[in-house]
């Protein structure tokens, strides 16, 4: 049965802290950059998320979101991450995600640019 509550790392170095699901099986945490963002002006970030409920699904679905703190960038920037948690024949959890990265646009002219 998989449960993200815990401490993840991706193929890239980075790392997340998810804080225990509650009821709803709503999260909470944090999200640290790795070496791949390189000389970044990242920051520890919040992020907020839900996982399917593992008594339907043992390997639930996933989704959420980090608003990321940026040191001296009045830039705003969003990711979106939905995935899905597996479980091996070893018991070894893995998460598999995409994501998109939104960036404030200063126009609906520029909004075509904004999210990567």
């Not at 998810?18 to 919040?46: C, I, M, Q, W």
């Not at 639930?60 to 001296?72: G, K, M, Q």
């Not at 024949?89 to 904004?114: C, I, Q, V, Y």
């Amino acid at each position: 049965q998989c449960l993200l509550a815990g401490s993840w790392q991706s193929d890239t170095g980075s790392r997340m802290v998810v804080f225990t699901l509650d009821k709803d099986n709503r999260f909470s945490g944090f999200y640290l950059p790795g070496p791949a963002a390189g000389d970044s002006e990242l920051l520890t970030s919040p992020l907020d998320g839900s996982q399917q409920d593992t008594g339907l699904a043992p390997q639930p679905t996933f989704s959420f979101t980090v608003n990321w703190r940026l040191r001296d960038s009045e830039t705003a920037q969003t990711t979106v991450f939905l995935g899905q948690c597996y479980v091996d024949t070893n018991g070894e959890e893995t998460l598999h995600a995409l994501w998109l990265l939104r960036e404030a646009a200063d126009s609906p002219a520029e909004d075509w640019k904004a999210t990567r």
